[in-house]
Each structure stands twice: as C-alpha cells, then as structure tokens.
C-alpha cells in the first residue's frame, strides 16, 4: 500500500532550480563526489545530464555517464584523480544517460553495470543488478516507473542518486506499459521515501536537500493530475490526441509526445482502477454509478 502524505507540498512548492552549471568541468558536491554535466540541454533533460563521480574503497564510479561526444568523455577521464575509475553504473537505459557507457568503458577497460533485466534490446551490462545488491559501496534501489530497468543507488550515509525517477526542477516522465508504469512508479517513490535519505542527487537539475518535500510534492503533482484527467474525461469514447488537447493548455510542441505518453501511462492505470473504458484505441470515463469497486 502506499504511504499516505506526511506533509501535503503546496503546488510546486517541492521545485529547485540552478543557473546553467558550467559544461564538461568537474564540479565538487562533497569530498567524495563530483557532478560533470554533458552539454546536451533540453526540454526533457533541463541544463544537460549529470555525470555523478563517486569515490569508493578501491576507486571511483561514474553513475550516467550520458553524452558520448569527445569533450564530454574526455571531461570524465579528466576528473578521475587519484582514485581510479573502476565500474560506470546507469541508472537506466534512456540514451542521455547510456550513449556515453561503451566508449567510456572502452576507453577505460572497466564494465558498464546496470539492471539486470535491461530495457534496451541492444544493450546488455557486463554486470547485472539487482533491488539491494551492492556494488563499489553503493546499494541498489530498483525503481521501475519512468523506465522498467531504472535503479536508484545510495550511499552507506543516505544520499541517494535518483536518475529520472526523482528530480527537483521537473516532474518525470512516465511512458506507457511495457516501458513505465504510474502505479509502479508510485510504489517506488514510496519505497525511497522509507530509506529516510538526507540528500537527492537527480541525473538532471541541482541537488534536493528537502526530501520529503519533494518526494511528497511530486506523489500529489501525480495524484491531481489522474484526478484532472477523470474530471476532464467525457464519457463519450475519445483519442488520446483529443484528451491531451483538453488537459494541455499552450502546450509547446516538443512536449507533445511526452505529455501523451504521460496521459497513457495515467489512463492505463486508471483502467486498472476501473475507473475508465478502452475500446478500438478511445478511452471514456466510466460513470461513478457503474465503476468497478
């Protein structure tokens, strides 16, 4: 069952923000960890994806190391120190955290470590993970929601690095099954927020010092959004294109595949509840009176 909110977040009172960092130049969090953004800004990846560096006992770890350009690898290798770089982790296999994997691994003659069960057909890790398995002294959180294969790992002194599934500066997007899940997705907020983590290091935007804040601002932003879709749902059956025009106002054009993916997603789940109809690719609200219990 999901946790119920502890501390309901104001509208998007959860959300942080950053200047621009700069690109491929090592920038350090704490002793033991640095972030090297790769310059590959967007609508769906904020200022660029970060490439976390954390040192452990026998060296060093890249977690995403994301944009295969030279500058970007180079900047990686660059940051590597004294401590060796010994495994690259993915959080998942979306490209703007894997393009980077192979080359760096090559490059560097070290394994490329991700979820054992990879979403990506043409991608398999040199070594496979699994939930609350450790590796370089990180432990591994599975968290299927945005991507089926996407892990979170922590830290022995609770930080945790979230990937996709948990950011600061947008809400995430969840695609359709078999690739994501709103209800899977839910669970596994649920199951970070039990870890009590002091500290959120996403793959995208600044550091998340207010945890539960955020964790609970993103939980309600999903909670309204499935109640705004059943209010705005008619009962007669209707495309998903005709629902992302009445949900999405001013809607910019690259965000329309996201915002209809995110919709399916949403309308998947709530036909799992009983809650709306699916027949020849048209969805309707089913009426409270006649909804499954």
């Known amino acids: ?26 920038l350090p969090h ?34 995403d190391p994301g944009s295969a350009t030279p500058a970007h690898l180079d900047a990686l290798v660059a940051a590597e120190g004294e401590r060796p770089l010994t495994h690259i982790i993915l959080t998942h296999t979306h490209h703007d955290h894997l393009d980077g994997a192979r080359p760096l691994g090559q490059r560097l ?17 040199d070594i496979g993970l699994r939930d609350g398995e450790r590796i370089a002294g990180l432990r591994v959180l599975y968290t299927p929601g945005h991507a089926s294969d996407h892990i979170c790992l922590e830290t022995p002194d609770g930080i945790i690095f979230t990937g996709d ?16 899940s709103v209800r899977q997705f839910l669970r596994s907020m649920d199951y970070v927020r039990t870890r009590n983590a002091r500290l959120l290091l996403p793959a995208h935007g600044p550091a998340i010092t207010r945890v539960e804040a955020c964790i609970d601002g993103l939980v309600a932003h999903r909670m309204a959004r499935e109640d705004s879709i ?14 992302v025009d009445s949900l999405y106002h001013n809607l910019r054009p690259a965000l329309r595949r996201a915002a209809r993916l995110n919709l399916q997603a949403h309308l998947e789940k709530l036909l799992e509840d009983g809650k709306v109809r699916l027949q020849e690719n048209l969805w309707a609200r089913i009426p409270p009176d006649t909804a499954c219990v």
């Open 165 to 180: 599934h948990i950011m600061g500066w947008s809400t995430t997007m969840i695609p359709p099954a078999p690739y994501g």
């Open 30 to 63: 704490t002793p033991a960890i640095r972030r090297v953004v790769a310059n590959n800004p967007g609508p769906m990846t904020g200022n660029g994806t970060n490439s976390w560096l954390v040192e452990h006992e026998g060296g060093c770890v890249v977690i």
């Open 109 to 125: 003659g070290i394994p490329v470590c991700g979820f054992h069960a990879s979403e990506d057909p043409d991608f398999t890790p």
């Open 1 to 26: 069952m999901l946790a119920l909110l502890a501390n309901p977040a104001p509208r998007n009172g959860w959300r942080v923000s950053e200047p621009p960092p700069p690109y491929e130049v090592p």
């Open 230 to 243: 059943m209010a705005l749902l008619p009962t007669r059956p209707s495309t998903l294109d005709e629902i």
